[in-house]
């Protein structure tokens, strides 16, 4: 009897020491799971995010592409409240664009923006002249710009000499402003003949030195340019009517050149071709100032006008005298509309035409 209770005595002590060794195994196989991650399982943990990718939208798909890198440039426009016809300044332009010089010259094309028309910049180029660029090559430091021949049509009135000085300065200034570039050629259509006699130009010399000073001055052979004045001819045309006939007047001041030319009146084979005008060698020397305001020239006179032509101020007079002094300022791109005055009042001299002033 006892010997039978020893025996079941010693299996129960033996089946509790495997049971005590299978839970210490399992013990040790749960620590080391826990200690590892999930690498037992084939899941790893996941890694924490970097700074970069918490920041990172969500939602956004990463496409391999790279966004274009947004590079600044220049283009130049004239601005009469800043300096003198034929003087051009810079306003900055963004392009993605590698090819920066053919980017320029195309933002140039496209004009002044409506709010830089407001802080007074002008151009000859519009949104009528943009897309106009055809190419632009460089070669040996020289910028070969090419165009659409439409432009000389599109923009007729740059070919005049104050004309063409404007154009040739914005342009010279735009492509010049990259160090790789310190000279210029332009060209309609391939034809660079065609280009430089549309302004009334010779061809550059291929060997002339670049300018060096930084102010893309255009190629002017004196210190003056053409311009026009506008005196009635009824041999062409009724007695309102204005015809231009030219004249040279001194660099830069193109607009006060022209209209004091103007004041000075027709010349004696200009009056033996049938031209006259109010003006005269009497009135000659009466401008007393020009300025230019947002596209606004305020000119004034001398009072003493009134009293050398009093009887301009007749309907049929008034309307002579304001259509030859209305073409002879409007011919400039950088004037949009104009206003007179004796010396500096405004209404003294609409009174004087019996006319409103303008608003």
């Given at each position: 009897?006892?010997?039978?209770?020893?025996?079941?005595?010693?299996?129960?002590?033996?089946?509790?020491?495997?049971?005590?060794?299978?839970?210490?195994?399992?013990?040790?196989?749960?620590?080391?799971?826990?200690?590892?991650?999930?690498?037992?399982?084939?899941?790893?943990?996941?890694?924490?995010?970097?700074?970069?990718?918490?920041?990172?939208?969500?939602?956004?798909?990463?496409?391999?592409?790279?966004?274009?890198?947004?590079?600044?440039?220049?283009?130049?426009?004239?601005?009469?409240?800043?300096?003198?016809?034929?003087?051009v300044y810079p306003v900055g332009r963004t392009t993605t664009d590698d090819d920066l010089p053919t980017a320029a010259v195309r933002e140039l094309l496209a004009g002044p923006t409506v709010e830089e028309r407001d802080q007074g910049f002008s151009s000859w180029f519009s949104p009528d002249t943009a897309g106009m660029l055809r190419s632009v090559r460089v070669?040996?430091?020289?910028?070969?710009?090419?165009?659409?021949?439409?432009?000389?049509?599109?923009?007729?009135?740059?070919?005049?000499?104050?004309?063409?000085?404007?154009?040739?300065?914005?342009?010279?200034?735009?492509?010049?402003?990259?160090?790789?570039?310190?000279?210029?050629?332009?060209?309609?259509?391939?034809?660079?003949?065609?280009?430089?006699?549309?302004?009334?130009?010779?061809?550059?010399?291929?060997?002339?030195?670049?300018?060096?000073?930084?102010?893309?001055?255009?190629?002017?052979?004196?210190?003056?340019?053409?311009?026009?004045?506008?005196?009635?001819?009824?041999?062409?045309?009724?007695?309102?009517?204005?015809?231009?006939?030219?004249?040279?007047?001194?660099?830069?001041?193109?607009?006060?050149?022209?209209?004091?030319?103007?004041?000075?009146?027709?010349?004696?084979?200009?009056?033996?071709?049938?031209?006259?005008?109010?003006f005269s060698e009497d009135t000659a020397g009466m401008l007393t100032s020009v300025r230019l305001d947002s596209g606004v020239a305020e000119v004034s006179f001398d009072t003493a006008l009134q009293t050398v032509i009093p009887n301009a101020s007749t309907s049929a007079g008034s309307t002579a005298l304001l259509a030859a002094l209305d073409a002879t300022t409007?011919?400039?791109?950088?004037?949009?509309?104009?206003?007179?005055?004796?010396?500096?009042?405004?209404?003294?001299?609409?009174?004087?035409?019996?006319?409103?002033?303008?608003?």
């Amino acid at each position: 009897m006892k010997a039978s209770m020893r025996i079941r005595l010693d299996r129960w002590r033996s089946r509790r020491v495997v049971m005590t060794t299978l839970l210490a195994i399992l013990v040790l196989v749960l620590v080391g799971c826990s200690g590892d991650g999930d690498t037992e399982t084939g899941t790893d943990a996941p890694d924490q995010p970097s700074d970069e990718q918490a920041d990172r939208d969500p939602d956004a798909e990463d496409d391999g592409v790279t966004e274009p890198t947004s590079r600044e440039l220049q283009v130049f426009f004239t601005n009469l409240d800043r300096g003198a016809e034929g003087e051009v300044y810079p306003v900055g332009r963004t392009t993605t664009d590698d090819d920066l010089p053919t980017a320029a010259v195309r933002e140039l094309l496209a004009g002044p923006t409506v709010e830089e028309r407001d802080q007074g910049f002008s151009s000859w180029f519009s949104p009528d002249t943009a897309g106009m660029l055809r190419s632009v090559r460089v070669e040996d430091g020289v910028a070969y710009v090419d165009v659409d021949d439409t432009m000389r049509t599109t923009i007729p009135g740059a070919s005049t000499s104050a004309g063409s000085l404007v154009l040739l300065a914005e342009l010279d200034a735009t492509t010049r402003q990259f160090p790789e570039i310190t000279d210029s050629r332009y060209s309609l259509d391939g034809d660079v003949e065609a280009f430089y006699e549309w302004l009334q130009l010779a061809p550059p010399n291929g060997d002339a030195a670049p300018p060096t000073d930084g102010t893309a001055e255009p190629e002017v052979e004196s210190g003056t340019a053409t311009v026009e004045v506008y005196f009635t001819n009824p041999d062409r045309g009724e007695d309102t009517e204005v015809f231009a006939v030219e004249r040279d007047v001194e660099l830069p001041r193109v607009l006060s050149g022209a209209l004091q030319a103007l004041l000075e009146g027709p010349t004696a084979a200009e009056q033996e071709q049938g031209y006259w005008s109010w003006f005269s060698e009497d009135t000659a020397g009466m401008l007393t100032s020009v300025r230019l305001d947002s596209g606004v020239a305020e000119v004034s006179f001398d009072t003493a006008l009134q009293t050398v032509i009093p009887n301009a101020s007749t309907s049929a007079g008034s309307t002579a005298l304001l259509a030859a002094l209305d073409a002879t300022t409007l011919q400039f791109p950088t004037v949009d509309d104009v206003v007179y005055s004796f010396d500096g009042d405004v209404d003294a001299f609409y009174e004087w035409l019996q006319r409103s002033p303008p608003v």
